[in-house]
C-alpha cells in the first residue's frame, strides 16, 4: 500500500482522512502546520493531499515550493469551486482536487484511481527498500544517512532499484549501465556489487541479492 501525506490545518479533516485510508491498508502522515515539517521529508509519499486554504503558506504557494522536489500525485483539498481556482491550482502542479466537504468514498476513490495511474518517471527520487535515491544528485541515503557510493556504484545501485524485483545477468548490467563502449568488462560489476554491498552492510542494509547462476536484483 502506499505513504500519504495530508497537510491540512483543520485537525478534524485530518483525523478523518487518516482513518478512512488507514482502512485500506495505506500509511497516512497527518501535518496540521506545515512550518515544523520537513520539506525533504516530501520525497517519502507516494501522494500528497493538500489544502488549499492555510494560514501562513497557502496551499497553492506549498505546491509550487514542493513540486520540484517530488514527483507524486498532488490533490487539493478545497472549499473554494471557481473555474480560476482550479486552473491556478493545476497550474502550480497540483494533479487534481477534492472539494470539501467531501465523502468517504469519494476520497478512497479518488486516491486509488491516482496511485492506479501513477506510473510517470521519477525526476526527482524515490525511496525503495528504505533505501532513498536523490535522482538529481546521484546521492544515496539510509535515513539521513549518506551511502558513499562512487559514481558506478551508485548507477548500478539505480539500474537494479528502479528494476527491482527482476533479475539481472552481470552482462546485462554492464551493457544498461556502462553501455557497449565501456573500457571494462562484465567481471567488474562482481566487484563494485561487492563494495556496494559492504557499504549498505554498515547501516544494515541488505537491498542486493544474489540468484545463484543467474544474477543479481534489488529485493
Not at 501522494?47 to 514542493?66: A, E, N, Q, W, Y
Not at 548507477?155 to 527482476?166: K, R, T, W, Y
Request: glycine share 8%.
Amino acid at each position: 500500500m502506499a505513504n500519504i501525506l495530508a497537510i491540512d490545518d483543520e485537525e478534524d479533516i485530518l483525523d478523518i482522512i487518516k482513518e478512512s485510508l488507514s482502512r485500506e491498508g495505506h500509511r497516512v502522515t497527518i501535518v496540521s502546520d506545515f512550518s515544523t515539517f520537513p520539506i525533504e521529508k516530501c520525497l517519502d509519499y507516494d501522494l500528497i493531499l493538500l489544502d488549499v486554504m492555510m494560514p501562513g503558506m497557502d496551499g497553492f504557494t506549498l505546491c509550487r515550493s514542493i513540486r520540484n522536489l517530488v514527483d507524486c500525485p498532488i490533490v487539493f483539498l478545497t472549499a473554494k469551486i471557481m473555474e480560476e481556482d482550479i486552473i491556478a491550482g493545476l497550474q502550480v502542479g497540483g494533479d487534481d482536487y477534492i472539494t470539501k466537504p467531501f465523502g468517504i468514498g469519494e476520497l478512497r476513490s479518488r486516491v486509488a484511481a491516482h496511485l492506479r495511474r501513477e506510473c510517470r518517471e521519477k525526476h526527482n527520487g524515490f525511496i525503495l527498500s528504505g533505501v532513498k535515491f536523490k535522482l538529481s544528485a546521484k546521492e544515496v541515503y539510509i535515513g539521513d544517512k549518506l551511502i558513499p557510493l562512487t559514481k558506478s556504484e551508485y548507477e548500478i545501485s539505480e539500474f537494479l532499484a528502479v528494476n527491482h524485483g527482476q533479475v539481472f545477468s552481470r552482462e546485462k548490467i554492464y551493457e544498461s549501465v556502462f553501455g557497449f563502449e565501456g573500457s571494462s568488462d562484465s567481471s567488474c560489476i562482481v566487484e563494485h556489487i561487492k563494495n556496494i554491498r559492504s557499504k549498505f552492510d554498515k547501516v544494515n542494509c541488505h537491498p542486493i541479492e544474489t540468484v545463484w547462476g543467474i544474477g543479481y536484483k534489488w529485493a
